[in-house]
């Protein structure tokens, strides 16, 4: 049981490059989010899922896309990087109100 | 939306004393509140929680208090330990529904042997 886990650990973009975040989870949770955290910020909500085929947008959800295209993964995207967008990201997945599991997280540089 | 305030950013303490770590929120349809630490590189992990239908809640050193009414929230711990210095998180759920949370911007607590 592998918990939630994140692919890849560490990146670094040059702006205007794009790419995606991968989080996985065996625990069946039907919810998942993904949160960015930066330095005196807090985790901010970037969007999340309420389940398979469906997301929704959190407090911060702009140049960020998302896929919930099977109920275990859950896409985050990044079509062109700033580097505003450089912070550590954490996927999580809860059941319905329930406790929230985070990924190890996802440290990413954009120069 | 919803917005939380956690107060203080940082608190230092000695070992053995209690620590306080308060929040407040804005959406009064808000009933999930759960507290968070983060150790340094580490992910967050659950400490407590607490749902709006309770007041307060109690595991072992830490402790939980809600108060609707005034829409704020507080961490309670006692007798800390060296091993208790972490950032603390507190969150409130964004609807009724309890579909997400929205977090405070963190305390950054240091117990001192």
């Known amino acids: 049981n592998a918990g939630v886990t994140q692919t890849p650990k560490f990146r670094v973009l040059k702006t205007g490059q794009s790419m995606t975040l991968l989080c996985a989870q065996d625990m069946n949770h039907e919810y998942m989010y993904w949160y960015r955290q930066d330095p005196g910020m807090g985790l901010r909500l970037i969007h999340y899922s309420v389940g398979e085929g469906t997301t929704a947008k959190g407090e911060v959800p702009d140049g960020y896309n998302v896929s919930r295209l099977k109920k275990q993964n859950f896409l985050l995207g990044l079509e062109s990087a700033a580097p505003s967008q450089t912070s550590v990201y954490f996927c999580a997945s809860s059941y319905p109100e329930m406790e929230q599991y985070f990924g190890p997280g996802t440290r990413l540089t954009v120069t | ?113």
């Open chain 2, 1 to 113: 939306g919803e917005n939380v305030e956690q107060h203080p950013s940082t608190l230092s303490v000695q070992e053995g004393d209690s620590a306080v770590i308060k929040c407040t929120y804005s959406d009064s349809a808000s009933n999930y509140f759960p507290w968070y630490k983060q150790e340094l590189g580490k992910r967050p992990q659950l400490i407590i929680d607490i749902r709006s239908n309770v007041g307060e809640k109690k595991d072992q050193r830490i402790a939980v208090t809600l108060n609707k009414t005034a829409k704020h929230f507080s961490l309670h711990i006692t007798e800390t330990q060296p091993e208790d210095s972490a950032v603390y998180f507190c969150a409130a759920s964004i609807n009724q529904a309890g579909t997400a949370l929205i977090f405070g911007k963190g305390t950054t607590l240091s117990v001192s042997s």
